[in-house]
């Protein structure tokens, strides 16, 4: 927790500094926050914004999507201001080609991988990764794991349990966990391995069944964030950022059934 609170206290006093030294111009205090966020933050993060907003006054206009994708538009020059990562390898990326604002890259939890299906489906998730081997399953949706952190923990996790070369080719890949989460919910696949923090949404939890897939099975889905080099408020980028120490923010993302990082921030 102390190391927490000096991470924050210090992105805040890097902050400070840039304001006071004219590397902030003086135009950005107008500019809302722009945030590219990984898709399985997509039920949780609104609450976290509308927190940061109604305690600022400041607007924060949220983009959802892969990972991977995001990654290669920040490479390329996409104006975001943040970047949430559902793999905390992207971001330690762009540190490393100066992309970032020095020191600020920090985890701020780890995702878990779910078996899902519709209530109707009668298909019964909780035999595990063996029940993709059931005849009556024709397509399971995952992410692609080409650009998807969730997309490689789910062919990891197949793979670990001795399914995967059986049913490759039954795999149809979203862009993102969102969009292989709507292949699910549609019927178009007859079951998922999507994100916890999707299978808890209010109107996903409300049509479908989940199994958690074993930690074991996967390699972490360590997430991290990092206020970019292109960001116009690196004040107010830092106080977005600094809010993730926050009890009530923390509360929101184990709601949502994220680990939240209870270690010292990455340097």
């Known amino acids: ?11 805040l006093a890097l902050a400070a500094a840039l304001v006071a030294s004219g590397l902030v111009p003086a135009r950005a205090a107008a500019q809302d926050l722009t945030i590219a966020a990984a898709a399985d933050l997509q039920a949780v993060f609104p609450l976290i914004v509308s927190s940061f907003e109604q305690r600022t006054g400041r ?9 991977g994708n995001f990654f290669s538009q920040i490479q390329n020059g996409a104006p975001f201001d943040l970047f949430f990562s559902a793999d905390i390898d992207y971001p330690k990326q762009l540190e490393q080609a100066g992309l970032t604002e020095p020191g600020t890259l920090r985890p701020y939890a780890k995702g878990q991988l779910v078996l899902w299906t519709l209530k109707t489906s009668g298909i019964d998730v909780t035999n595990g990764l063996g029940v993709l081997l059931d005849p009556r399953i024709h397509h399971i949706a995952i992410a692609n794991p080409e650009h998807a952190p969730y997309g490689r923990a789910a062919v990891a996790a197949m ?23 709507q292949f699910a919910q549609t019927g178009n696949a007859d079951v998922g391995l999507l994100a916890l923090s999707i299978a808890r949404a209010p109107a996903v939890q409300s049509i479908g069944a989940y199994v958690d897939v074993p930690a074991t099975l996967y390699p972490p889905i360590e997430q991290g964030a ?9 004040t107010l980028a830092a106080q977005f950022l600094a809010s993730f120490d926050r009890p009530e923010i923390a509360a929101m993302l184990t709601q949502f059934g994220f680990i939240t990082w209870t270690g010292q921030p990455s340097r």
């Open 226 to 234: 990092v206020i970019l080099k292109r960001a116009q408020d690196k």
């Open 1 to 11: 927790m102390r190391a927490r609170r000096r991470w924050a206290a210090g992105v």
């Open 59 to 67: 607007h924060v206009r949220t983009t959802f999507g892969s990972s």
């Open 159 to 181: 793979r670990a349990a001795g399914v995967y070369d059986q049913v490759a080719s039954k795999l149809v890949l979203g862009e993102s966990i969102a969009q292989a989460g």
